[in-house]
């Protein structure tokens, strides 16, 4: 059986991608890839997805150099989502956050609490993109 066969791709030709730092198992972003982005991460051990609002494919890194090497990729048991083990340059965040989950919940009636620094000003790595 092929891997085209395991995953289940959605309506919308995208599978849910989450990354994960190798060294920590701390998650750093969910986003999708469709199976461009999955042949590209294959081939280049570097993280490739599919953007849902710019409809394009793209580099994790392309703009702020914060790319993710993987690792290892996995699978899960249904096939609509696949795991990246990835040594993350920088941070996955697009806000400056290593991770994306940065804002804990703490309770239904307060803001969620930022719970990491920033590690760098995305105004500044963004001012030309």
Known sequence: ???????????????????????????????????????????TKTAHYYSRSRKKLWLKGESSGHVQQVLHLYIDCDGDAVLMDVEQEGAACHAGYFSCFYREITSLDEEPVIAEERIFNPEQVYKNS
């Open 1 to 43: 059986m092929s891997l085209w066969d395991l995953i289940r791709f959605n309506a919308d030709g995208l599978v849910t991608a989450i990354a994960r730092d190798a060294k920590t198992g701390r998650v750093l972003m969910a986003a999708f890839m469709n199976r461009e982005a999955l042949e590209k991460t294959l081939a």
